[in-house]
């Protein structure tokens, strides 16, 4: 007999997890499939940073490692946070995780009880609302519109505010738009935090190196807030380490070690090998991180020039991170062949399986009528997949 909790049948599969693997079995058949849904970096991981994980194997730093992270890790960390964004976290706040994605969930899991409420801005990322439904609390989504550059206001915060919410994620660069608040922008969402002293904040940065504006401001920047904010960051994307799964939270200290005790029971420490490259990427040299963020900025240029020339769709500037997010409405109630295209989910479905490239529909980060576009890819297979993409909806009557 099958018998499955009903905390894991109520959450959604991962959306961009599931859109890729589609992709990875139609190009198993033999299909030439440009894969836009999934985000990671297409680059190879620095060099350096491999050389100091092979190091690390001939080194023997093969034991279970402290769970919060080693304590050289974690001064690698401190140091990063108040060299790079003028932050004061000591090593003892930051615990260390399986990628940004555990130390997300690790906060929500530790400072969530059953019914309170948590404030997402959307469109967002899809795996934060279902983190909030495994605490049991409940997502009050805040929709913000292509036309404010997907950024919300200090009035619509504050309209949602009620005496449960007990904690904001904002996430700046965002996935899946590329919005990134300014300092300006930020300061009118704390001022309004500051009135509301029960929240807690927190900041997913980890596209914080991929930004396209020239500045970035951590959230944990604003004083009125500090000892309330916490800061998810990792390696992931910064250094092109998606599969090291090296991620942090950087906590006031109840919470960290809140975050510590449940990872102590749920997964221990993290790996020994990818804490000592995250460890390099760090204390190395920079230089990568610059070099890749020029090539994404290239890419983005590319993406919306050719994205701004379909029919029908709406086209923002993404600011940062490595997504486009253009409204497609314009073709649901569009027919070809005996297939219907209803809503994004469909188009989105349409396009991998009529032009051979995967996106993801934007229902799964809580936005119908989108699609997100994954430009971390070269710009041979971006300027093919627009072909596809132009292509396939024209058959669209
Ligand atoms: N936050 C956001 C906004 C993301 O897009 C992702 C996806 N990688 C993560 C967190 C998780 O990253 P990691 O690979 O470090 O788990
Ligand atoms: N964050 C990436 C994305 O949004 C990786 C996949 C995932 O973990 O959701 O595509």
Known sequence: MEHISNRVKSLAQSATLAMSQKSAELKAQGISMINLSVGEPDFNTPLHIKDAAKRAIDENFSFYTPVPGYMSLRKAVSEKLRRENGIDFAPEQIVVGNGAKQALCNVILSAINPGDEVIIPVPAWVSYMEMVKLAEGHNVLIPASIENNFKITPAQLEAAITPATRMILLCSPSNPTGAVYSRDELQGLVDVLARHPQIIVLADEIYEHINFTGSFTSMASFPEIKDR?????????????TGWR????????????????????????????????????????????????????????????????????????????????????????????????????????????????????????????????????????????????????????
């Open 229 to 241: 904010t916490v800061i998810i960051n990792g390696v992931s994307k910064a250094y092109a380490m």
């Open 246 to 397: 090296i991620g942090y939270c950087a906590a006031p200290l109840w919470l960290a070690k809140a975050v510590t005790k449940l990872q102590g029971q749920y997964t221990s420490g993290a790996s020994s090998i990818a804490q000592k490259a995250a460890e390099a990427a760090y204390t190395g040299p920079q230089d990568c991180v610059e070099e890749m963020r020029l090539a994404f900025l290239r890419r983005r240029n590319l993406v919306v020039e050719l994205a701004s020339q379909i029919p029908g769709w709406k086209v923002n500037v993404p600011d940062g991170a490595f997504y486009l997010f253009p409204e497609v409405s314009a073709y649901f109630g569009k027919k070809y062949g005996d297939r219907t295209i209803a809503d994004a989910g469909d188009l989105a479905m349409f396009l991998l399986e009529e032009a051979h490239v995967a996106t993801v529909s934007g229902d799964a980060f809580a936005m119908p009528g989108y699609i997100r576009l994954s430009y971390a890819t070269s710009d041979d297979n971006i300027r093919e997949a627009f072909a596809r993409i132009t292509r396939a909806l024209a058959l669209l009557k």
